[in-house]
């Protein structure tokens, strides 16, 4: 479907075709010519909460993405809105 071509995106401008030979960037090549987006380092540290793995009797994991800031190791953290901080 033409609608959902990606041609006005500048790191994929040959993305659609109806039959024939495909030319154009593959997807790894789009992905290498992606640049990520710029995160301010030098803010606050904002990491919110994506999910939470629990490996009963070992671990549980918190997954998180970093906003702003910097994750460093040895960094005393507090979680809201409940003020817990390890």
Wanted: some cysteine; hydrophobic content about 40%.
């Amino acid at each position: 479907d033409s609608s959902r071509c990606l041609h006005n995106r500048r790191y994929w401008n040959s993305a659609c075709r109806k039959s024939g030979k495909g030319e154009g960037k593959t997807l790894l090549q789009a992905l290498d010519i992606m640049e990520p987006p710029s995160r301010p380092t030098d803010k606050s540290l904002r990491l919110p909460l994506l999910d939470v793995y629990l490996i009963v009797g070992i671990v549980t994991v918190p997954v998180v993405r970093v906003v702003t800031g910097v994750l460093k190791p040895v960094i005393i953290i507090t979680f809201a809105p409940c003020n817990l901080t390890t």
